[in-house]
């Protein structure tokens, strides 16, 4: 029995996986913006120490993302090869190593929490919520990096719609909680801000628990039979992950350095200033949020193929994938520019943090076409094997460019919070272009 999808014209392929992918990452965008909203009752204070909390977090997940890719990766060509063999021990391999580093990560940032956030931001005033946050979070992150990683592999084999059910459980289950405890509702205890990082906590349950009865139930192609029978035998596995994984891990630590620097030069603003940019850097959130579902997309597509050895068709898929890109970028610039005032006073009543949300709207749609074909192209590298030259043009761009762009924007030239904007455009505009000429003499190589 051969496990494959059935054969759809390539527009319909793509969209079979990649319209409940994007949908998925909308759901998670939704849910941050919910979150953020729930938590605005609060005040501004409030806003700002768990939004500072964000770089160190997905610095520290970042790991787990990556295993999550990679193994997104080596799922999608076991699935082109038909070997289900080589897909459970990937699986279970790239588990236990997640689980095993979530204990120790876990562990260490529930007791250094605070050291963490002191080292992280500069608002004094928001240290302690920050902290109290970040513990909880990070001290039970056990949860969220194996949903991760199952749902690594459940888009490998392009069975997006599942992990767009568990996004959605968990969205569920986050918003009910936050509903409860932050104010302290129907009986329960208000919890403020531990509330919210509580019910962050149960929703990555709720995920997880969706991922792992969906793999479980069905057995088509991945199940966790022998799972504790399982040791790290195969040293040629080890050290594909070493390879795939490795460089994955040094690109998405190298990013999120870069955004933890410029993190700390945003949190140098009053928080009046970092209240508004978080805001907005939640639209653009949503930009990412299409392109990573287009992502997840290009490398269960591509990368079956490239296992099955029919290159001609990636760089059919490619181009299609795109064209899908610039049509979905335009869209989303048209909706923030025409829906600004909508959104920033949703959370603002002041005229000047609205007006404020205007400028940074603008950056935000221009950015979106250059970051969006920029991750699609990423991801086509990485379908075909090719792991190095994004981390390379990572390192570079979101290392170097980005924090150098935005310090001299901001400080230097006196522009303000809106340098850091401008810094972020001009970052764009360079990774996508290098993304987009590295990534096409790589594809072609291969062809």
């Known amino acids: 029995m051969r496990?494959?999808?059935?054969?759809?014209?390539?527009?319909?392929?793509?969209?079979?996986?990649?319209?409940?992918?994007?949908?998925?990452?909308?759901?998670?965008?939704?849910?941050?913006?919910?979150?953020?909203?729930?938590?605005?009752?609060?005040?501004?204070?409030?806003?700002?120490?768990?939004?500072?909390?964000?770089?160190?977090?997905?610095?520290v997940?970042?790991?787990?993302?990556?295993?999550?890719?990679?193994?997104?990766?080596?799922?999608?060509?076991?699935?082109?090869?038909?070997?289900?063999?080589?897909?459970?021990?990937?699986?279970?391999?790239?588990?236990?190593?997640?689980?095993?580093?979530a204990v120790v990560f876990g562990t260490l940032l529930f007791v250094f929490a605070r050291p963490v956030m002191e080292l992280c931001s500069r608002q004094e005033e928001t240290i302690e919520l920050s902290a109290e946050f970040f513990s909880i979070i990070m001290g039970f992150m056990i949860f969220q990096v194996s949903s991760i990683i199952l749902n690594g592999a459940l888009r490998g084999l392009g069975k997006t719609h599942v992990t767009l059910i568990a996004s959605l459980t968990l969205g569920l289950v986050d918003i009910l909680f936050n509903y409860l405890l932050i104010e302290g509702h129907c009986g329960f205890p208000r919890l403020e801000v531990t509330g919210n990082a509580i019910a962050t906590v149960l929703g990555s349950v709720a995920s997880l628990a969706v991922s792992f009865m969906a793999i479980t139930r069905q057995e088509e192609f991945l199940s966790f039979k022998n799972f504790f029978a399982h040791s790290f035998k195969k040293s040629e596995?080890?050290?594909?992950?070493?390879?795939?994984?490795?460089?994955?891990?040094?690109?998405?630590?190298?990013?999120?350095?870069?955004?933890?620097?410029?993190?700390?030069?945003?949190?140098l603003f009053p928080s009046k200033d970092t209240a508004v940019y978080f805001v907005g850097m939640?639209?653009?959130?949503?930009?990412?949020?299409?392109?990573?579902?287009?992502?997840?997309?290009?490398?269960?597509?591509?990368?079956?193929?490239?296992?099955?050895?029919?290159?001609?068709?990636v760089k059919a898929r490619l181009r299609l994938f795109l064209k899908t890109g610039l049509v979905v970028s335009l869209i989303l610039s048209a909706i923030y520019v025409s829906m600004s005032d909508l959104f920033f006073g949703a959370y603002f009543t002041d005229e000047t943090y609205i007006i404020q949300g205007r400028t940074a709207v603008y950056f935000i749609a221009s950015i979106t076409c250059f970051q969006i074909e920029r991750i699609i192209m990423i991801a086509a590298m990485r379908a075909v094997g090719e792991m190095t030259i994004p981390r390379q043009i990572a390192s570079v761009c979101?290392?170097?460019?980005?924090?150098?762009?935005?310090?001299?924007?901001?400080?230097?030239?006196?522009?303000?919070?809106?340098?850091?904007?401008?810094?972020?455009?001009?970052?764009?505009?360079?990774?996508?272009?290098?993304?987009f000429v590295k990534g096409r003499q790589c594809i072609w190589q291969h062809c």
């Open 398 to 435: 979101v290392t170097i460019v980005n924090p150098l762009a935005s310090f001299l924007l901001a400080y230097v030239l006196d522009f303000g919070i809106t340098g850091v904007w401008q810094g972020i455009l001009i970052t764009q505009i360079f990774w996508g272009l290098m993304a």
């Open 3 to 59: 496990f494959n999808q059935d054969k759809l014209p390539p527009f319909f392929e793509i969209a079979k996986i990649a319209v409940p992918a994007m949908l998925e990452s909308l759901v998670i965008v939704a849910v941050a913006v919910i979150d953020t909203k729930m938590i605005a009752v609060l005040g501004d204070k409030a806003i700002s120490a768990v939004s500072l909390t964000a770089q160190p977090k997905v610095f």
């Open 237 to 267: 596995i080890l050290a594909d992950i070493k390879s795939k994984a490795g460089n994955i891990v040094l690109e998405n630590l190298a990013m999120r350095l870069g955004f933890l620097i410029c993190g700390v030069i945003v949190s």
């Open 61 to 101: 997940l970042s790991v787990f993302f990556a295993l999550g890719t990679a193994l997104s990766f080596f799922i999608a060509r076991a699935y082109g090869k038909n070997d289900r063999e080589e897909a459970k021990e990937y699986l279970f391999s790239v588990l236990k190593i997640g689980i095993t580093g």
């Open 282 to 313: 939640l639209l653009m959130n949503f930009s990412f949020a299409c392109g990573d579902g287009l992502q997840s997309a290009a490398v269960a597509i591509l990368g079956k193929n490239a296992g099955m050895g029919n290159m001609t068709v």
